[in-house]
Nanobody, 124 residues
Framework: QVQLVESGGGLVQAGGSLRLSCAAS????????VGWFRQAPGKDREFVAA????????GYADSVKGRFTISRDNAKNTVYLQMNSLKPGDTAVYYC?????????????????WGQGTQVTVSS
């Protein structure tokens, strides 16, 4: 069992940056791939980024490539999402997830666990 708690969301102007954090409980955190999904008002939940259990592989949605960076610190049971050059279209609730990384799937992460989400709002 893994429990996930996100933090770091907020309001930022277009072009700004935010760093989301996700703290995980459970001694098996390091065996899971982790990642982020987001859901904007009136839209389906969509994949944002994922990282394999040891950090050796990462995957990103085309809409965030070159702007967002996912990383993890297994010693701290924490995963991060650095978001730069934010756009109003990035406004959404961002969810941290833990699950399995599939190298041949798109998106590559199939979640088993979800956090409660953190709101990110980008103003124009």
């Amino acid at each position: 069992q893994v429990q996930l708690v996100e933090s770091g969301g907020g309001l930022v102007q277009a072009g700004g940056s935010l760093r989301l954090s996700c703290a995980a409980s459970g001694r098996t955190f390091s065996s899971y791939a982790v990642g982020w999904f987001r859901q904007a008002p009136g839209k389906d939940r969509e994949f944002v980024a994922a990282i394999s259990w040891n950090g050796g592989r990462t995957g990103y949605a085309d809409s965030v490539k070159g702007r967002f960076t996912i990383s993890r610190d297994n010693a701290k049971n924490t995963v991060y999402l650095q978001m730069n050059s934010l756009k109003p279209g990035d406004t959404a609730v961002y969810y941290c997830t833990a699950g399995t990384y599939y190298y041949t799937k798109d998106p590559p992460l199939v979640p088993d666990y979800w956090g409660q989400g953190t709101q990110v709002t980008v103003s124009s």
